[in-house]
């Protein structure tokens, strides 16, 4: 059963300012894996920008944004092996989630020089 639906879209260049000016922002944010495969591409900040879209798209789907016992660099984006985007919860926050009931997490990503989406939909 579908328990939610979270989509963002987010300007390329604020994540970038915010990566080039915060000390501390990126890892904040983002996993150590995201960092490493972020920084391995041409066009970095899109990949950023996208990883950043779709964990306020998943906060966005449990309906409640951000809330304790969560923490954006604990939910991490990878791609399985055929380049899929997957959602993947770490530590406390996939602690949380299992208790409130997540079972699936569905995951898109767009993303072009100056914008990118993602689009989360929770099943229970």
């Given at each position: 059963m579908i328990a939610g639906l979270g989509i963002d879209?987010?300007?390329?260049d604020r994540v970038a300012t915010k990566i080039g000016k915060e000390s501390g922002f990126r890892e904040l944010v983002f996993s150590k894996n995201e960092i490493d495969y972020c920084e391995t591409k041409t066009n970095k900040f899109e990949h950023y920008a996208a990883r950043?879209?779709?964990?306020?798209?998943?906060?966005?789907a449990i309906g409640t944004g951000w809330k304790?016992?969560?923490s954006f660099n604990?939910?991490?984006?990878?791609n399985?092996?055929?380049?899929?985007?997957?959602?993947v919860l770490?530590?406390?926050t996939q602690k949380s989630m299992l208790e409130w009931g997540v079972i699936t997490i569905s995951l898109s990503l767009s993303h072009?020089?100056?914008?990118?989406?993602?689009?989360?939909?929770?099943?229970?």
């Open positions: 879209i987010i300007e390329v950043f879209a779709a964990k306020e798209a998943f906060f966005k304790e016992g969560t604990e939910i991490e984006i990878k399985d092996d055929t380049g899929k985007p997957e959602l770490l530590g406390a072009l020089k100056t914008i990118a989406s993602a689009v989360v939909i929770i099943e229970k």
